[in-house]
């Protein structure tokens, strides 16, 4: 393994305008830290990718590098660009068993953290060593969110946020863990108990529905439920997952490797237009899934799906317009069913917190730098944006950390 990242860190050619760094949403100085890693400074390559992104273990095995870093190396022109996820996730990895951070606490410097995915966690790395008191308020019983909750172990390590929490820990970051904020716990009680400032990052959970009949039947369920803990469900022998986007291939993955024999994914258009990355369908075809395209689900029935088979075609407009074949009503057999259509925020804390205001999609408002329409309280990732990678939710985060100081020390 080491001698793999070093044959390719030495591919390097350290551009004087790197586009590596350029094709990365946080900007990420890869060639300053492979610079380092190459003179045996791997502790300070470690820390400069540390300090742009918290995250940085994280993202180097999440991200879509093929559009973003590797996608924008130069050497990707004529030939294979180099590997920087994995030089990052070898730094970023080394970097966090070394890592030992100090305890600098401001306890007039209280901050509300709702939720500990990728946003929150961004957040409070920032926050806490900058002396503030972090409070984390997670509703389930571990952090992560997503991270843990919605991507697979055999996608995302779950040790590794074992680790990113015992460091948060060792920052003095108090973490609440089974805390709904909003029915019980309000906005309102936190400013009361000395908060300074809220934030919400609480991410996307409420799965949306096909509404069409069948739906509640017991052998159908939701992708963002079933990731949480594949290990409680029986799906039997054939499973059929509706939807074509990243989560719907995680779920079929993690289906296969669940007991599962037969894994199709059914989707109402065609092979162009899976919403999912190229990257992630290819890793689901070599595990075995399988794929019917142009079949729509009318009707979930006790042995199957219920569908009609579509065409696409260009209107007059020139845009694609889905059309169902007349007559071809068909019943696909399946042991269960997953729905795999995207998902919407909740809406437990601003249905029971006054002024802070959501769109058409249940979504908050905020500004570019996180601000809701209430005072003091800010937000950002997928409650603000919808689902979004866990980089874009660390770009955000990095500018609301800067609102939030600047709003504290102007109030208090």
Same mark, same amino acid.
């Given at each position: 393994?080491?001698?793999?990242?070093?044959?390719?860190?030495?591919?390097? #050619?350290?551009?004087?305008?790197?586009?590596?760094?350029?094709?990365?949403?946080?900007?990420?100085? =890869?060639?300053?830290?492979?610079? #380092? #890693?190459?003179?045996?400074?791997?502790?300070?390559?470690?820390?400069?990718?540390?300090?742009?992104?918290?995250?940085?273990?994280?993202?180097?095995?999440?991200?879509?590098?093929?559009?973003?870093?590797?996608?924008?190396?130069?050497?990707?022109?004529?030939?294979?660009?180099?590997?920087?996820?994995?030089?990052?996730?070898?730094?970023?990895?080394?970097?966090?068993?070394?890592?030992?951070?100090?305890?600098?606490?401001?306890?007039?410097?209280?901050?509300?953290?709702?939720?500990?995915?990728?946003?929150?966690?961004?957040?409070?790395?920032? #926050?806490?060593?900058?002396?503030?008191?972090?409070?984390?308020?997670?509703?389930?019983?571990?952090?992560?969110?997503?991270?843990?909750?919605? =991507?697979?172990?055999?996608?995302?390590?779950?040790? =590794?946020?074992?680790?990113?929490?015992?460091?948060?820990?060792?920052?003095?970051?108090?973490?609440?863990?089974?805390?709904?904020?909003?029915?019980?716990?309000?906005?309102?009680?936190?400013?009361?108990?000395?908060?300074?400032?809220?934030?919400?990052?609480?991410?996307?959970?409420?799965?949306?529905?096909?509404?069409?009949?069948?739906?509640?039947?017991?052998? *159908?369920?939701?992708?963002?439920?079933?990731?949480?803990?594949?290990?409680?469900?029986?799906?039997?022998?054939?499973?059929? =997952?509706?939807?074509?986007?990243?989560?719907?291939?995680?779920?079929?993955?993690?289906?296969?490797?669940?007991?599962?024999?037969?894994?199709?994914?059914?989707?109402?258009?065609?092979?162009?237009?899976?919403?999912?990355?190229?990257?992630?369908?290819?890793?689901?075809?070599?595990?075995?899934?399988?794929?019917?395209?142009?079949?729509?689900?009318?009707?979930?029935?006790?042995?199957?799906?219920?569908?009609?088979?579509?065409?696409?075609?260009?209107?007059?407009?020139?845009?694609?317009?889905?059309?169902?074949?007349?007559?071809?009503?068909?019943?696909?057999?399946?042991?269960?069913?997953?729905?795999?259509?995207?998902?919407?925020?909740?809406?437990?804390?601003?249905?029971?917190?006054?002024?802070?205001?959501?769109?058409?999609?249940?979504?908050?408002?905020?500004?570019?730098?996180?601000?809701?329409?209430?005072?003091? *309280?800010?937000?950002?990732?997928?409650?603000?944006?919808?689902?979004?990678?866990?980089?874009?939710?660390?770009?955000?985060?990095?500018? *609301?950390?800067?609102?939030?100081?600047?709003?504290?020390?102007?109030?208090?």
């Amino acid at each position: 393994m080491a001698r793999h990242i070093i044959d390719e860190a030495s591919r390097c #050619l350290q551009c004087k305008i790197p586009k590596c760094k350029e094709g990365c949403p946080v900007n990420t100085p =890869i060639n300053e830290a492979i610079k #380092l #890693l190459l003179e045996g400074n791997i502790r300070q390559a470690g820390e400069i990718l540390f300090k742009n992104n918290p995250l940085s273990v994280v993202c180097s095995l999440v991200c879509p590098h093929e559009a973003q870093c590797e996608g924008h190396c130069i050497l990707g022109r004529k030939s294979t660009p180099v590997q920087v996820s994995t030089i990052e996730n070898y730094i970023s990895d080394y970097y966090l068993h070394h890592f030992k951070p100090s305890v600098k606490i401001n306890p007039d410097k209280k901050i509300a953290i709702i939720g500990s995915g990728p946003a929150g966690i961004t957040l409070a790395f920032i #926050l806490a060593s900058k002396g503030y008191d972090i409070t984390i308020f997670e509703a389930h019983d571990k952090i992560g969110g997503v991270l843990r909750y919605g =991507i697979p172990e055999f996608r995302l390590p779950k040790n =590794i946020l074992k680790r990113l929490k015992d460091k948060l820990l060792a920052m003095g970051v108090k973490i609440r863990p089974n805390t709904l904020i909003g029915p019980v716990i309000t906005i309102d009680d936190l400013f009361r108990d000395g908060f300074k400032a809220v934030f919400i990052g609480t991410g996307v959970w409420k799965p949306k529905k096909l509404n069409i009949k069948g739906e509640s039947l017991g052998h *159908v369920h939701y992708a963002i439920d079933y990731l949480k803990n594949p290990q409680v469900y029986n799906l039997g022998k054939r499973v059929c =997952i509706i939807g074509a986007g990243n989560v719907a291939m995680d779920v079929a993955r993690t289906a296969l490797r669940n007991g599962a024999n037969e894994v199709y994914v059914m989707y109402r258009k065609g092979p162009a237009d899976i919403t999912a990355r190229d990257h992630e369908v290819k890793f689901a075809r070599i595990d075995g899934v399988k794929f019917e395209f142009y079949k729509q689900p009318v009707e979930i029935l006790d042995e199957g799906i219920k569908y009609v088979k579509t065409e696409v075609i260009i209107n007059d407009q020139g845009e694609k317009q889905i059309i169902e074949v007349e007559g071809s009503q068909d019943i696909f057999p399946a042991d269960s069913v997953i729905i795999a259509i995207s998902q919407g925020p909740r809406d437990n804390i601003v249905s029971n917190t006054k002024g802070i205001e959501i769109n058409s999609m249940g979504l908050i408002i905020t500004d570019e730098y996180g601000r809701t329409t209430r005072e003091g *309280v800010f937000a950002s990732g997928d409650v603000v944006t919808g689902a979004k990678t866990v980089v874009e939710a660390v770009k955000v985060s990095k500018r *609301v950390a800067l609102a939030i100081e600047e709003y504290v020390n102007n109030h208090y």
